[in-house]
C-alpha cells in the first residue's frame, strides 16, 4: 500500500503519528544525569523495530553519567552547543546541526558546554531490550577538562 494510503476498508493508513503532546517530558533524574536535563519522549519500539528516541535538552553545565550503548548512538544536534567525550580521549565540542555516531559499547559523555545549553535527538536501538549501560558520573574535574 503506498505511504498515506486508506485501507480498502476505509481503515486507517498503515502508520502511527505520535503527537508531541501525547507523551509529557521527564526530568534526567541524577543517577544519570548531572545539573537541568529535560528529556522528551518521541518514540518507542513498535516490534520488529527496536528503535526508541528522545530529544534531550542540557541546560548549561547539565551532562550525562559515563555510559555505553549495546548497539550504539546517534546524536543530531538540534540547537545550542554541547561537549562529548570517550573514555581515555579528549573532549570534543559538538554544535547545532553536527550528527555524531557513538559505536557499539564505547564509554562516553556528553552534554552543554558550561555556557551555553544543547538539545539533540537520540534515536537508538535496544539489544534484548536494553538500549543503554549507566555507568558512574562524570565528576566536575572530568568536565572541565579539555
Do not use: C
Not at 498515506?4 to 521527564?26: K, L, N, Y
Not at 519500539?45 to 555510559?67: D, M, N, Q, Y
Request: glycine share 12%; hydrophobic share 35%; charged share 15%.
Amino acid at each position: 500500500m503506498p505511504l498515506g494510503a486508506r485501507a480498502a476498508d476505509g481503515g486507517s493508513a498503515p502508520f502511527a503519528i505520535a503527537h508531541a503532546s501525547s507523551q509529557p517530558p521527564v526530568p534526567g533524574g541524577t543517577q544519570r544525569f548531572a545539573g537541568q536535563v529535560r528529556i522528551d519522549p518521541l518514540f518507542q519500539p513498535k516490534a520488529p523495530s527496536r528503535l526508541s528516541g528522545g530529544l534531550v535538552t542540557f541546560e548549561p553545565g547539565a551532562r550525562t553519567a559515563w555510559h555505553n550503548h549495546p548497539l550504539g548512538q546517534t546524536l543530531i544536534v538540534s540547537s545550542g552547543r554541547g561537549w562529548i567525550q570517550a573514555w581515555g580521549d579528549e573532549r570534543q565540542e559538538i554544535a547545532a546541526g553536527d550528527v555524531v555516531s557513538i559505536p557499539a559499547g564505547v564509554k562516553h559523555w556528553h552534554g552543554a558546554t558550561s555556557t551555553s545549553g544543547m538539545t539533540h535527538i537520540a534515536p537508538q536501538e535496544a539489544l534484548d531490550s536494553k538500549n543503554v549501560n549507566w555507568r558512574e558520573q562524570v565528576t566536575d574535574e572530568q568536565y572541565r577538562k579539555p
